[in-house]
Nanobody, 113 residues
């Protein structure tokens, strides 16, 4: 059974930093690309970071140079380092394993202006 469990969310002031973690089980961690998506109230879910099997990363312009995705094989964990957070980064963040089409339960990130 595939399980993706996010942690590390919370409330932070604008300009602050947070690191989200996604611990995976029940799947072949190294065989899939990984991504983080987010969904703000009233908006569509959007991709914020992706890391391929080989470690190549991609980001939309809205978070480029502020967010960084990484993965640690020995811990079956994917991370999202978020720096210089802005009010508009407020959303529920989701971890996603592409090969399995599996989503985490989501975790709230709230940035106060």
């Amino acid at each position: 059974q595939v399980q993706l469990v996010e942690s590390g969310g919370g409330l932070v002031e604008a300009g602050g930093s947070l690191t989200l973690s996604c611990r995976a089980s029940g799947l072949a961690f190294t065989q899939t690309a990984w991504a983080w998506h987010r969904q703000a109230p009233g908006k569509k879910r959007e991709l914020v970071a992706r890391i391929s099997r080989t470690g190549s990363t991609t980001y939309p312009d809205s978070v480029k140079d502020r967010f960084a995705i990484s993965k640690e094989r020995t811990k079956n964990t994917v991370y999202l380092q978020m720096n210089n957070l802005k009010y508009e980064d407020t959303a529920v963040y989701y971890c996603y394993a592409e090969l399995n089409n599996a989503w985490g339960q989501g975790i709230q990130v709230t940035v106060s202006p």
